[in-house]
């Protein structure tokens, strides 16, 4: 005698809501996990772009080979005008403080 593969007294075959309601269930608990699982790599996704953002305007970059960080773009004149402006300072002063002497020396030897 063979097995039966439903349930139920035997000579009995099993109506087709019993056998599609269990596949249903099945289908509805992976389409449940499934969605979850893609609103966890959505929410994932959107803090690694936050995180991206909030470090590229810090000049930090992840790339493949690792972390870079940049140096921020300063433009050559500015550069120039604050590393050598005490010079020019110096400089002014320092022809002043000549001016001034060589004014004196000049008016004691008209005398």
Not at 63 to 91: F, I, L, P
Request: charge should be positive.
């Amino acid at each position: 005698m063979a097995a039966c593969m439903h349930d139920g007294p035997p000579g009995m075959k099993p109506k087709k809501d019993q056998k599609i309601l269990p596949l249903a269930i099945f289908l509805a608990v992976i389409a449940g996990v499934g969605f979850v699982c893609y609103q966890i790599y959505v929410g994932a996704n959107k803090i690694r772009a936050n995180a991206e953002n909030s470090f590229a305007s810090r000049n930090v970059v992840f790339t493949k080979d690792g972390v870079k960080v940049g140096v921020k773009h300063v433009e050559n004149e500015k550069y120039v005008d604050a590393t050598q402006s005490w010079v020019v300072k110096a400089w002014n002063a320092g022809n002043a403080s000549n001016q001034q002497q060589h004014q004196k020396q000049q008016a004691t030897k008209r005398k």
